[in-house]
């Protein structure tokens, strides 16, 4: 349940951030927007707060919003989850 919660607010990511880059702050945290995006898909698919913000906080400290565009659109393209991300949702859980 934890990986589908992270998987759909991962895609929520791509539409949203295409058209909010420059919204992005020091590149730490990504828009507002799309950070609300996030949370919101994450606990509709399951996850509890406290899991899809340290979630998304472990995103933000590794990877600017547009490197996590980046590999965001290889993984819908790959269907592979990187072994950071998959790290992430194991220690967030």
Do not use: H
């Not at 998987?7 to 420059?22: Q, R």
């Not at 590794?62 to 194991?90: K, R, W």
């Amino acid at each position: 349940m934890w990986m589908k919660s992270v998987l759909a607010g991962l895609l929520v990511l791509t539409g949203v951030a295409c058209s909010s880059d420059d919204e992005a702050s020091n590149g730490r945290e990504y828009a507002a927007e799309i950070r609300e995006n996030f949370l919101e898909s994450c606990r509709g698919a399951g996850g509890e707060d406290s899991y899809c913000l340290c979630v998304l906080e472990g995103l933000e400290g590794e990877y600017s919003q547009e490197e996590f565009i980046n590999v965001e659109v290889e993984m819908a393209e790959s269907g592979a989850t990187p072994p950071f991300i998959t790290g992430l949702t194991t220690r967030c859980a």
